[in-house]
């Protein structure tokens, strides 16, 4: 069974930084796709940024301001700069490989002065 736990969301002012951490446990490769979602309320959970080995995917809305990585199979990071209020939302870890679909509990991130 696999285990996403996400860290590092809080409240931070506009144009600051935070970043989120995902670890995971149980049996997950580094063939999974990794990626951060994000839900804001009254809207849709949408795609924020993903990484399959070396290649990374990012949403038009995050482009030049937040960085995916992964240092090994279990940990993942999404270093957020220059954060907006539109950013505000829970950001959730997800792990997926064919049909395997494993969702962490999300981090709440407030942008707000």
């Known amino acids: 069974q696999v285990q996403l736990v996400e860290s590092g969301g809080g409240l931070v002012q506009p144009g600051g930084s935070l970043r989120l951490s995902c670890a995971a446990s149980?049996?997950?490769?580094?063939?999974?796709?990794m990626g951060w979602y994000r839900q804001a309320p009254g809207k849709r959970r949408e795609l924020v940024a993903s990484i399959t080995g070396g290649s990374t995917n990012y949403a038009d809305s995050v482009k030049g301001r937040f960085t995916i990585s992964r240092d090994n199979a279990k940990n993942m990071y999404l270093q957020m700069n220059s954060l907006k209020p539109d950013d505000t939302a829970v950001y959730y870890c997800n792990a997926h490989w064919t049909f395997y679909d494993f969702w962490g509990q999300g981090t709440q991130v407030t942008v707000s002065s």
């Open positions: 149980g049996s997950i490769g580094s063939f999974y796709t």
